[in-house]
């Protein structure tokens, strides 16, 4: 019997470890993604041939939906103000219009592209003659120092 207890614990001090590591890389991605500049950013550029609010069953009040000749995915740019929303750090899409050409950086990871294939929810910076139109919020560095700070805490109990 303790024999079985002895396994089971090597058991989960191997997953904590596991899972401790998984969360310190992650951590360390989620940081270095935030701080990324503009220039290493994918960038497309061309004439917006759709704005709005909504964009086939896709409805969203905080949300523009922005396409761009060239491009085959619809832009979803968020845009909400409200207390607890991760509120873009400049915005002034409502101020853009169809036919205006507008540069866009973004960025879609995989998981993003298979969700919802005809979005592109990374979009980081939007630029209209060289005046910036939306950036993204500078997401706080609180949450990928709270999972590498978690995964650490995981290591040390478990080892």
Request: glycine letters at 10%; proline letters at 4%; hydrophobic letters at 35%.
């Amino acid at each position: 019997m303790t024999d079985t207890l002895h396994q089971r614990k090597k058991k989960m001090m191997g997953r904590g470890i596991g899972v401790g590591i998984v969360a310190i890389i992650m951590g360390i991605y989620m940081y270095s993604r935030s701080e990324k500049p503009r220039e290493e950013f994918e960038s497309v550029t061309g004439t917006i041939t759709y704005l709005d609010k909504s964009y086939g069953p896709y409805k969203n009040a905080k949300t523009r939906f922005l396409k761009i000749e060239g491009y085959d995915k619809v832009f979803s740019i968020f845009v909400g103000h409200d207390p607890g929303d991760f509120s873009p750090k400049s915005e002034q899409i409502d101020k853009l219009a169809v036919g205006d050409v507008v540069a866009v950086y973004h960025s879609g990871t995989p998981m993003q592209r298979k969700t919802d294939p005809e979005l592109d929810k990374g979009i980081q910076f939007l630029e209209k003659n060289g005046v910036l139109y939306y950036e993204k919020a500078i997401r706080t560095n609180t949450s990928p120092i709270f999972l590498s700070h978690w995964g650490s805490s995981l290591l040390c109990f478990h080892l």
